[in-house]
């Protein structure tokens, strides 16, 4: 099995076997009309200043409602995807 380094840590991360065959693509999920959600909390660094910037890019692009789930849904997907998760 391969590992990759974590950029923060420096500790190595397994590299899993490969997306699950039952998992479809978050663009198919998304573009559905009716998705079922479950919750993730988490907390970020302040140091990054997510939350002002996802203001911001509202705001700049002229969003009335910025799909907060949706964009960590495709970041997480693609991160673990990466990865063989």
Do not use: C, Y
């Not at 590299?15 to 998992?23: E, L």
Request: glycine share 6%.
């Amino acid at each position: 099995m391969q590992s990759q380094v974590a950029p923060s840590e420096g500790t190595p991360w397994t590299q899993g076997s490969g997306r699950p065959k039952d998992i479809p693509e978050a663009a198919v999920v998304l573009n559905q009309r009716i998705i079922a959600r479950e919750s993730l909390d988490s907390s970020v660094p302040a140091a990054l200043k997510l939350k002002k910037r996802i203001k911001r890019f509202a705001l700049d692009n002229e969003l009335d409602h910025l799909p907060i789930g949706d964009i960590v849904s495709v970041a997480l997907d693609e991160w673990l995807t990466t990865r063989g998760f």
